[in-house]
């Protein structure tokens, strides 16, 4: 599984100088579906985050579902707050 090698949303409570979920999920969309913002920091004490499922079946990366990718990046923008930006339409 990728792992997740940059989260510039700020704002999300797993991200602490880093992604601190243990999983990410991207939908279909190409939002991270874990992003949440509760105003409680959540996650592991260090920074492991990868991503465990992808639902954007048009991503070249994507494979039976699951994220091919070396790593992936996670910024704001999409129809959400957190979007992959390593989504390539293909």
Same mark, same amino acid.
């Given at each position: 599984?990728?792992?997740?090698?940059?989260?510039?949303?700020?704002?999300?409570?797993?991200?602490?100088?880093?992604?601190?979920? &243990?999983?990410?999920?991207?939908?279909?969309?190409?939002?991270?579906?874990?992003?949440i913002?509760?105003?409680?920091?959540?996650?592991?004490d260090?920074?492991?985050?990868?991503?465990?499922?992808?639902?954007?079946?048009?991503?070249? &990366?994507?494979?039976?579902?699951?994220?091919?990718?070396?790593?992936?990046?996670?910024?704001?923008?999409?129809?959400?707050?957190?979007?992959?930006?390593? &989504?390539?339409?293909?």
């Amino acid at each position: 599984m990728p792992h997740v090698a940059d989260c510039a949303v700020t704002d999300c409570s797993y991200n602490h100088d880093g992604c601190h979920a &243990f999983a990410v999920t991207i939908d279909d969309d190409v939002d991270c579906a874990t992003f949440i913002d509760i105003g409680t920091r959540g996650g592991l004490d260090r920074v492991v985050a990868q991503v465990g499922a992808c639902q954007r079946t048009s991503c070249q &990366f994507n494979t039976n579902l699951e994220c091919g990718a070396d790593a992936v990046r996670i910024g704001p923008g999409g129809s959400g707050t957190a979007n992959c930006l390593t &989504f390539v339409e293909g």
